[in-house]
């Protein structure tokens, strides 16, 4: 009863009902409960009548991991939305069964005001979805944004610096530009292994995007490089990453003397925080064909150390990611002479069945080195080809720490 007057928004009987003490969140054979129903339909003195309640739960999940507010975005309904943000308890990264969050939703269907209004609230852009997608792969897909409630203001300052017109101001490109501007990650891979910029067809937007930018850590190649290496001053990896104990720089093969830590920077291309004009933007994009990155420490003219120029043999490693690289027997081999007792480990991590495990160890006794190699094999055969890859193999070694495998893969291909 009480979930058919809310779904026909009969307000006075919804009323009626919460007064003489009935349930508030009942739920139907999908798990919807009367504030689902209100927040699906739009109906906002129902869903403003339910939220005055003591006992409603504003984070209840149906059936398909969706909250309230998943619906109400995924419905576009602003003042539903606004309702619900206004509540302190309401949580903004819960995942339904798809793993998309309420920001993930918006950007999906195209709601670049109610993604504006929950990256403001703290909404973690970084959030992926069951695809390992970020809100930058959504927007890349997504043709045109809705403006309603669009921070137009900042989508105009995105489409200058990017030099497009104005009819494209809701593009999914210039909605990206925001994210990123907001700290949106353009070097995250999907599970796909595919990064934002991938899914840019026209080269030279692409190459105006990647001087939005920061360099990416060459080990995960999904967080912001903020280790550098010395004497060659490379920015190599995230915080994370600099625990792996590399004996030369990943870039130009230089011997590490010692490292040090440079402060993430804020970028001054941000379109809420910008002090330098769109032209000004533009200027400095013409004169370096690659944008180099105003750290903590000075940087030298003769190492850039963001984007190395494509004829500079030494240095490029981001030229040519791991994962369209191929992956030969002969690294196994030289890789398991690395791994160790961690075999077994590494070969859990990449899949391999621990019947399979005891198999190779019990076919090759007191070997350690042989019982590696053989598990390396029998990935490289079984595994799907696109996966068959340095960039799997080398997530595989560091998330089992088998850090001196790790750095023998690398110089395979530096």
Known sequence: MFLFFTLRDHLQAVEILLSRGSEVNPRNKDGLTPLHWACTWGHTHTVGLLLG?????????????????????????????SLLLNQGSVQLDIKNKKKMTPLLEAVSRGHLGMTHLLIALGANINAVDGEGNSCLHLAMETEVFNSED??????????????????????????????????????????????????????????KLETFSPPQCLLCRNKEATTKVHPCEHLLTCEECSKVPLKRCLRC??????????????????????????????????????????????????????????????SQTEAQPLDILTLEVKHLHRVSKKLAGKWQQLGRELEITQDDLEIIKHDNPYNIMEQGFQMLLKWFRGCDPAKRTPQTLKEALLETECFTALECLLSDFS
Not at 66 to 80: F, S
Not at 151 to 172: F, I, Q, R, V, Y
Request: charged share 30%.
């Open 253 to 314: 093969l230089k011997p590490v003397t010692s490292r040090g830590r440079v402060e993430a920077r804020k970028f001054e291309d941000r379109c809420v925080q910008t002090e330098a004009t769109c032209q000004e933007l533009e200027v400095a994009s013409q004169e370096t064909e690659n944008r180099t990155f105003k750290d903590k420490e000075t940087q030298t003219q003769e190492e850039p150390v963001v984007h190395p120029k494509v004829e500079d043999k030494a």
């Open 53 to 81: 309640h003591n006992g409603i739960d504003v984070n209840v999940v149906d059936n398909a991991g969706d909250t309230p507010l998943h619906e109400a975005v995924r419905g576009q309904r602003n003042g539903v939305v």
């Open 150 to 207: 669009a921070p137009m203001d900042l989508l105009n300052e995105c489409c200058t610096a990017l030099n497009l017109k104005k009819d494209e101001m809701l593009s999914g490109v210039v909605a990206a530009k925001y994210l990123a501007s907001q700290g949106a990650n353009f070097h995250h891979r999907n599970n796909k292994y595919n990064t934002p910029l991938d899914l840019i067809k026209d080269p030279n937007l692409r190459k």
